[in-house]
């Protein structure tokens, strides 16, 4: 099942550290079959409040993303990018083929009674 690395940046940065850590950032996921599913893009906000860009980050699995993210390699370049844009990022397991909200709901109702 497929795995998400996701970041939302609050600001953007022409900072110089910040254009060497998107120069190396790929080869640090190739190890990992990790591939960009979004890339800075600004959100259209259709509830709530949203400053700044989502980065979603596609792994096979939440052990490569979690090893990705833990990687010598991503750690090494990491500092580029928090020094000078803040935000926050999380790892998360995706949903597998034939997912269905109804069945979480009716496990939900369930597990509440």
Not at 46 to 52: K, L, Q, R
């Amino acid at each position: 099942m497929a795995a998400y690395a996701l970041a939302h940046l609050y600001e953007l940065s022409s900072h110089p550290d910040v254009f060497e850590y998107l120069e190396r950032i790929q080869s640090t996921m190739d190890p990992f079959g990790g591939r960009f599913i979004v890339h800075g893009t600004v959100p259209e906000v259709a509830e709530g409040e949203w400053p700044g860009t989502v980065v979603i980050i596609e792994f096979p699995g939440v052990d490569e993303a979690r090893g990705w993210y833990l990687s010598p390699a991503y750690q090494e370049i990491l500092p580029l990018r928090t020094d000078h844009i803040p935000g926050v990022a999380i790892l998360v397991d995706g949903v597998g083929p034939g997912y269905d909200a109804k069945l979480t709901a009716a496990r939900m109702r369930e597990a509440a009674l």
